[in-house]
């Protein structure tokens, strides 16, 4: 029996007594326990759901709306000051607690706004960039900040893991540093590692998790320019929210002893790093869990050094929130060659399925995969079958002969690619793409890494970026259903050998690289993006509409009058959800100005999937959009711009 097959038996088998305790605890909505016109996580709630109450803004009265107020970044300041300081998209998903909103910039700076006119209330500014050319892996981006309220003393804070390594607390209300809080208000996220690791190759970006008193971190890890098989792992560690005492450490990666450590052969779990959770999580305090999305183990391509399937690398790990012991784990990838981390956290909320009412999680991919778990037990709802897949002859890798597939739901985006999928608009094009094509070999989901020169490389599809995204998935909780955006990506994937002094074996040089179509074009037939409904309690598709215009006005396609496309490769779009609303931001990854509807958010029927309009915006969105309630006014608000020139806050409201 397969290690990973072996081990997730395991742990089911022990936790019937524990599924029996808590079959009678509330919904996830009754749990969440924030305001019904506020936003305190980065879904919402601790449950990720990124669903709000608030009906003022519907179908009729969407394209009615119209900026209320907008806050110009403080990282455009310093971008125009400092040529040497470069800016990613504005990335941050606002927070709003009474009264006040909250939002990161992408030079790791904070502020808080009043939510009615977008006035600074106050900013925070650690001027990280002052000692730093450019953070590890992605650059100067950040994705936002994490509340807590004690409701003992009524102090609220806010948390912020940072560029520099440090975890910060600052008060809500005026921004001051808590000098309590760590040492004089930081708590150097360096420390309390389960081994050594190489700082100048980590950084900060995600919000960390908030469950009860308790705050978790993840990290990322550089996953570029790597030379040697040791690397820093990604280990997942607890802090008092008043203290910042450190509680707890989880080895992602196991040491010594302990559970799953006989998946790294050849005791490479010593050496072996990554296999971090570099996005955000779930928390589910009733039942006192915290799940983790975790990513891939070092390198991404190649795994000949770590022979075995590598737990908890590419897995959904359910932690308890007080001691940090692994209460259940589902790996979704077996020694991951792909990129194929997990890129966003899980969304929590109660199916019914066959008249059995469940407490499900549902983890999206960048495969396309929704993983249906049972988040009590860890137990699959539908069937996930280990089925062969493509084996590679890679000098000295270890291949998994099997890995999990879901029976349902279906997939919600390409996976894998033939010679049908190619583009057809035109007999030219076709030809143009057949050509292009013969660079490389079609082939299906989890086709390997091939050695430069040896033979031709497969076509990765979904490439390393998707499939789904940070941006992740959202939840009806009132109906069940799920709703992701996705984008549809090649990717081509070769590895070199490193010879001594490097130690890592073989890697790509630099990166797996797209492969276009003809003319620019895609090189495979429309959608690019979409947007997908999936129902949890049957475990089939709602519907699936493409997400944007895409190329069509393309001067290859423009005469041929073509339907919306579904907007490019790129990275895909927040989804936000409303009682009668799917709110979903457009954006693509090159921000041409002539693709107008990249600069747009759109509203769609949840129900149907009809698109009902879009509102135009400064700049495409970066940000997730949230809502909030202010002085009993809707308001939606998203972050819009590059970061360097025009980067902005922007709230829309019904005029």
């Known amino acids: 029996m397969r290690e990973g097959r072996r081990l997730r038996g395991l742990v089911a088998g022990g936790l019937t007594v524990v599924a029996v305790a808590v079959a009678a605890t509330g919904s996830v909505t009754a749990q969440s326990a924030v305001p019904d016109g506020e936003w305190h996580h ?79 209330v106050w900013t925070y500014d650690p001027r990280i960039y002052d000692d730093m050319e450019r953070p590890p892996n992605m650059g100067w981006h950040h994705r936002g900040l994490s509340y807590w309220k004690d409701d003992e003393s009524d102090d609220a804070r806010i948390f912020m893991a940072n560029h520099d390594l440090k975890l910060v607390a600052l008060n809500a209300r005026t921004g001051a540093l808590y000098p309590g809080f760590g040492e004089n208000g930081y708590v150097d996220l360096t420390q309390g590692y389960g081994r050594a690791i190489d700082a100048s190759r980590m950084t900060y970006s995600s919000p960390v998790a908030i469950a009860g008193d308790t705050i978790i971190t993840g990290s990322i890890v550089q ?43 050849n005791e490479s779990w ?34 000949g050094m770590r022979p075995g399937n590598n737990l908890f690398a590419e897995s959904i790990v359910a932690l308890d929130i007080e001691t940090g012991q692994r209460v259940w784990h ?7 060659l792909f990129d194929w981390d997990f890129p966003t956290g899980p969304n929590l909320l109660d199916i ?22 049972d988040r009590v037990t860890g137990e699959p709802v539908w069937p996930i079958e280990e089925r062969p897949v493509p084996q590679g002859n890679v000098p000295g890798e270890w291949y998994s002969p099997t890995q999990p597939f879901p029976t349902k739901p279906p997939p919600f985006d390409r996976q894998g690619i033939a010679i049908d999928d190619l583009i057809d608009f035109t007999p030219e094009l076709r030809a143009e793409a057949l050509e292009i094509a013969d660079r490389a070999r079609f082939g299906p989901l989890f086709s390997p890494p091939v050695l430069r020169g040896a033979e031709k490389p497969y076509m990765q599809v979904p490439g390393a970026g998707g499939g789904a995204n940070w941006q ?17 990506t090649l990717i081509v994937v070769e590895v070199i050998e490193y010879p001594p002094p490097a130690t890592i074996g073989y890697f790509t040089d630099p990166w797996g690289v797209s492969l276009s179509g003809p003319q620019g074009l895609p090189l495979f037939k429309p959608p690019y993006k979409r947007v997908t409904a999936l129902d949890l309690n049957t475990g089939d598709q709602a519907w699936m509409q493409p997400h944007g215009d ?6 290859a396609l423009v005469d041929l009058n073509l339907p919306p496309l579904g907007g490019g490769g790129g990275i895909t779009s927040g989804p936000l959800v409303t009682p009668t609303l799917l ?21 769609y029927d949840k129900d149907t999937g009809k698109h009902l309009g879009s509102v135009d915006l400064p700049a495409p969105p970066g940000g997730n959009p949230v809502t909030y309630l202010h002085e009993g006014k809707q308001h939606l608000v998203v972050a819009v711009g590059r970061g360097g020139t025009d980067a902005e806050l922007i709230a829309l409201t019904l005029p």
């Open 223 to 265: 996953d570029t320019n790597i030379r040697l098989r040791e690397a820093s792992p990604g280990d997942v560690r607890a802090y008092d929210a008043r203290t910042g005492a450190m509680k707890w450490i989880f080895h992602t990666i196991p040491q010594g002893d302990e559970f799953g450590v006989d998946s790294w052969q």
């Open 270 to 303: 010593r050496y072996s790093g990554h296999t971090n959770v570099w996005s955000y999580m779930a928390v589910d305090e009733e039942l006192g869990y915290v799940y983790l999305p975790t990513g891939t183990p070092s390198n991404d391509w190649y795994g």
């Open 472 to 488: 992740g998935a959202a939840v009806d909780p009132e109906t069940g259903r799920l709703f992701v955006s996705s984008s549809s």
């Open 330 to 336: 589902f790996q979704a990838i077996h020694h991951g």
């Open 583 to 603: 709110i979903m931001n457009h954006g693509g990854r090159d921000y041409e100005e002539t693709a107008a509807s990249s600069r747009t958010i759109s509203a």
């Open 352 to 373: 019914t399925v066959d008249g059995r009412e469940i407490k499900a999680i549902a983890q999206v991919s960048k495969q396309a995969f929704t993983y249906v778990l």
């Open 550 to 555: 895409g190329p069509r006005h393309h001067p």
């Open 42 to 120: 980065f879904g919402r709630d601790g449950a990720n759901t990124k669903y709000s109450p608030l009906d003022q803004i519907t179908a009729e009265n969407f394209t009615d709306l119209e900026i209320a107020w907008r806050w110009t970044s403080l990282s455009r300041a310093v971008a125009a000051s400092n040529e040497r300081i470069r800016p990613s998209a504005f990335k941050s998903s606002p927070l709003m607690a009474n009264g006040l909103v909250y939002v990161s910039t992408a030079l790791g700076q904070a502020a808080a706004l009043d939510a009615g006119t977008g006035e600074p």
